[in-house]
């Protein structure tokens, strides 16, 4: 069973970047599918990005797609996602999601099997 962890959010002005990661300290995420999700206040969560467990396929939610990446450490043991020319409705709880089916992430997320707590991201404008 996983224990995913998210770490890096913070307060930023507008047009700034954020790195986040993800991490679950007992065991490699390499063979896991991992999304990252945003619930942003007031608003029903939505996914944001997804990456394969081996081969390097991603997705990503339109609005994000030229500002956002996702990206795995050689290890494969952290799962980053980069965020550059932040807005202020980027703001949200950012969460990290596993599951083993790639499927599963990129249709939305609902039925991801393992879930961190969340890191709070505010982007001031």
């Known amino acids: 069973q996983l224990q995913l962890a998210e770490s890096g959010g913070g307060l930023v002005q507008a047009g700034g970047s954020l790195r986040l990661s993800c991490v679950d300290s007992?065991?490699?995420?390499?063979?896991?599918?991992i999304g990252w999700f945003r619930q942003a206040p007031g608003k029903e969560r939505e996914g944001l990005s997804c990456?394969?467990?081996?081969?390097?396929?991603?997705t990503y939610k339109d609005s994000v797609k030229d500002r956002f990446t996702i990206s795995r450490d050689n290890a494969g043991n952290t799962v980053y996602l980069q965020m550059n020319s932040l807005k202020p409705e980027d703001t949200g709880v950012y969460y990290c999601?596993?599951?083993?089916?790639?499927?599963?992430?990129?249709?939305?997320?609902?039925?991801?099997?393992?879930w961190g707590k969340g890191t709070l991201v505010t982007v001031s404008s």
């Open positions: 990456i394969s467990g081996r081969t390097p396929i991603t």
């Open positions: 007992r065991t490699a995420l390499s063979n896991y599918v």
């Open positions: 999601a596993a599951t083993h089916r790639f499927s599963v992430c990129a249709q939305g997320g609902d039925d991801m099997d393992y």
